[in-house]
């Protein structure tokens, strides 16, 4: 908590430049995957039906999951730059050589490699820019952050054209090998921040986790924080294969369509959501409460509209509204657990709400594959997904935020 206001160097917006690219290619390395599946399917004929190509991308979902809270918890403890750079250099290779896998189980295997590597980054670079910047340009310097991840996901539908053009594996060589050598710049350029020469208290796992889960409130963010990421993973996963099959689109179209109007909305809607947000809190506690709501209720005619579109400008719209509603949701989710958690216990708190929604959109994406292969058409999975939307807007309703304080508004 800080006493009065501190000045903030040009390095502190130096940090943010530098970590802005590495969550763009954090997020188009494991985006590429869904925007290319025909490509892959065609050239690795190991990977023998639409559940197996399920399987792909949920592996890296599970092991992503799993290791959230691990992530979160180092990241409260040890040195947050090496574990930037370390996690960046890893998941770069392995996406470098994810695009000279031959078969399905080299496949699955550099899927759960990323899910690892990945696992360490988001938690490491949120404290360390916070580490940087306090007070009044905190949250200001996170969102610009948190940008590059709907830059990324955008990005990652231009894969179809890259393997239209000359090959699926391009993308992956490409992508790898320019993460690997922006690692090199990283370890040049970035500095840890001033918490090392700031008194700490000892962090230990077991207190922190019954700190976190004694609390209702905390429960109850967990469960909001899952039920509309079903929704997320499934339009992340397998909206290209839903636009292309329902209005005949090629890969490409189809690939840049379903991440470009979502991920560009979702920009609009994180920065949008965030003013009304801070806008609403000078009213009452509950403003970060009822601007997340208000975000989720925008996916429940989102979802319906993408699973029972008519023609495909319908559709665009249900994306933009989608993605709107989503800004709104994921810009928050972060500022409602510092309501109810403390500071030391926030970045292991969202490891395990990363760990809870992660691994049960991962389950979400595989039941989705064997729906195709059953032949069960899209829009059921867009209405369950919507029924489940509306439940999670009604239940963060019931959570209970500490009262306010100065460490948590920052």
Not at 336 to 355: D, K, S, V, W
Request: aromatic share 12%; proline share 4%.
């Amino acid at each position: 908590m800080t006493t009065g206001p501190q000045k903030i160097t040009s390095y502190a917006w130096a940090v943010v430049a530098l970590l802005w690219p590495v969550v763009l290619l954090n997020y188009l390395d494991r985006q590429m995957v869904s925007s290319i599946r025909s490509s892959i399917r065609a050239d690795i004929p190991s990977i023998a039906n639409d559940q197996d190509f399920g399987t792909l991308m949920a592996v890296f979902m599970w092991v992503y999951a799993f290791l959230s809270p691990v992530g979160g918890f180092l990241a409260d403890k040890f040195n947050r730059r090496w574990m930037v750079i370390g996690s960046l250099f890893v998941w770069s290779a392995v996406t470098w050589a994810t695009g000279h896998a031959q078969t399905y189980s080299q496949m699955l295997t550099l899927r759960a490699l990323m899910g690892i590597s990945e696992a360490f980054y988001i938690p490491a670079a949120l404290a360390l820019i916070a580490d940087f910047h306090t007070g009044g340009t905190r949250a200001r310097a996170i969102g610009i952050h948190q940008s590059g991840i709907y830059v990324g996901l955008a990005l990652g539908g231009v894969g179809g054209y890259i393997a239209q053009t000359s090959s699926w594996r391009n993308c992956f060589t490409w992508f790898g090998a320019a993460g690997v050598i922006y690692s090199v710049v990283l370890m040049l350029a970035l500095r840890e921040g001033g918490r090392q020469a700031t008194a700490k208290v000892p962090i230990r796992i077991g207190e922190t986790c019954r700190a976190l889960w004694s609390q209702p409130a905390f429960w109850i963010l967990v469960v909001y924080f899952t039920l509309p990421a079903i929704a997320g993973w499934v339009t992340k996963n397998w909206l290209p294969t839903y636009l292309a099959d329902t209005f005949q689109l090629k890969q490409g179209p189809a690939g840049l369509s379903a991440t470009g109007y979502i991920q560009i909305a979702s920009f609009v809607g994180v920065l949008l959501g965030g003013v009304v947000a801070d806008g609403w809190m000078r009213r009452t506690q509950r403003g970060r409460i009822y601007t997340s709501a208000l975000g989720v209720l925008l996916l429940v005619p989102a979802l319906l509209g993408l699973g029972y579109a008519g023609s495909l400008g319908v559709a665009i719209f249900a994306m933009i509204l989608f993605g709107l509603g989503w800004g709104f949701f994921d810009c928050n989710n972060m500022p409602i657990l510092c309501q109810i958690a403390r500071p030391e216990h926030r970045a292991t708190g969202y490891g395990f709400m990363n760990l809870v929604s992660i691994s049960v959109g991962a389950g979400a994406t595989v039941v989705l594959g064997w729906m195709r292969d059953q032949h069960i058409p899209f829009s059921i999975a867009f209405a369950v997904s919507a029924a489940v939307a509306l439940l999670s807007a009604l239940l963060i309703l019931f959570l209970k935020p500490r009262p306010a304080s100065a460490e948590s508004i920052l």
